[in-house]
């Protein structure tokens, strides 16, 4: 399986959005992501929207929280804090 296999089942199981999880395979995550992605993705939780989506987060018009949907049962909710307190 390659990279972008990986991040595209992760992104399934983390209950991303299709939109964030393409962003993420085509910027390499956080390396090439734009300045938007960047402020979002420091909040700690791991998750590294697509720029779009990045705005709508930074503008309040959308939370991170609403955007993650039919994560898998076994993963913890978003946003878990105690992974933040890590």
Known sequence: MNRKSI???NGITFGYPKCCIDSFCT???????????????????????????????LNKEITIESLIKNRDPEINDFPNDEFRKR
Do not use: L, Y
């Open 7 to 9: 991040w595209q089942s």
């Open 27 to 57: 910027t390499f995550g956080f390396m090439n992501a734009d300045e938007n992605q960047r402020t979002v993705a420091q909040n700690g939780f791991g998750f590294i929207p697509c720029p779009t989506h990045a705005k709508q987060i």
